[in-house]
């Protein structure tokens, strides 16, 4: 079935650094989301990205949808102790109604 | 609007007991999710449903079963609690493209 990766699996970054992380399928994605999730929380929508090449921008936070439709990034500028967390990517295939996610890549903001 | 609630928050089984989780969301969505999160393992899909009267497996739904009462509410339910089943569970709707969780259930089963 569809598989998502994720790397890192974990990053430990100095605060003010930047952060670059991403997802990759065997399979092809229509539609990439990018979720974070705080301790004891349901995952948080950060960006939603819908054709292959697009960038987009949140703040900080900018996702881009790769070319190929099988993987996607996400980089944090400026980190700050807040970013702390884990970040899921999800993406939804040919099954309108079926999103996949990501094992996750957890974040650790050093002051 | 309060969103994706769901109920209980926390719940301690021992094996071979029976429980339903509950999930209602005010967001008017027509699919919704159960999902249960495990260390280093992400989410993983137990069952959906894409409308209301219907319900498809996801990648992990034995041991599971769902019901869509109706557009808000979507359960699930354990027959015969496992302790491989002790997991968070969250419950999600979804819009357009995106989905939105509620604040999860975290389950025991001992």
Redesign the interface.
């Known amino acids: 079935?569809q598989q998502l990766n994720?790397s890192p699996?974990s990053m430990f970054i100095q605060e003010g650094e930047d952060v670059s992380m991403n997802c990759t399928s065997s399979s092809i994605f229509n539609?990439w989301?990018w979720y974070k999730q705080d301790p004891?929380?349901?995952?948080?929508?950060l960006i939603?990205l819908?054709k292959a090449g697009e960038l987009t921008s949140n703040g900080r936070l900018t996702a881009q949808f790769g070319i190929t439709r099988k993987d996607s990034f996400l980089n944090i500028s400026a980190s700050i102790p807040s970013d702390v967390g884990i970040y899921?990517c999800?993406g939804?295939g040919a099954s309108?109604?079926?999103?996949?996610?990501?094992?996750?890549t957890s974040l650790s903001v050093i002051p | 609007n309060a969103g994706?609630t769901q109920t209980p928050k926390f719940q301690v089984l021992k094996t071979g007991q029976s429980m339903t989780l509950q999930c209602a969301q005010d967001m008017n969505h027509n699919?919704m999710?159960w999902?249960r999160q495990d260390p280093?393992?992400?989410?993983?899909?137990i069952y959906?449903s894409?409308s209301e009267g219907t319900t498809?497996k996801?990648?992990v739904p034995n041991g599971y079963n769902v019901s869509r009462l109706n557009k808000r509410e979507f359960s699930l339910r354990l027959e015969s609690a496992a302790p491989s089943q002790t997991s968070v569970y969250?419950c999600?709707t979804?819009g357009l493209?995106?989905?939105?969780?509620?604040?999860?259930t975290r389950l025991t089963v001992t």
């Not at chain 1, 309108?96 to 996750?104: A, E, L, R, T, W």
């Open positions: 079935g994720q699996q539609t989301l004891g929380e349901g995952p948080v929508l939603a819908y899921f999800a939804r309108y109604d079926k999103v996949i996610f990501g094992p996750g | 994706v699919s999710y999902y280093g393992m992400g989410l993983r899909l959906y894409a498809d996801g990648e969250f999600a979804k493209y995106e989905q939105y969780f509620g604040p999860g």
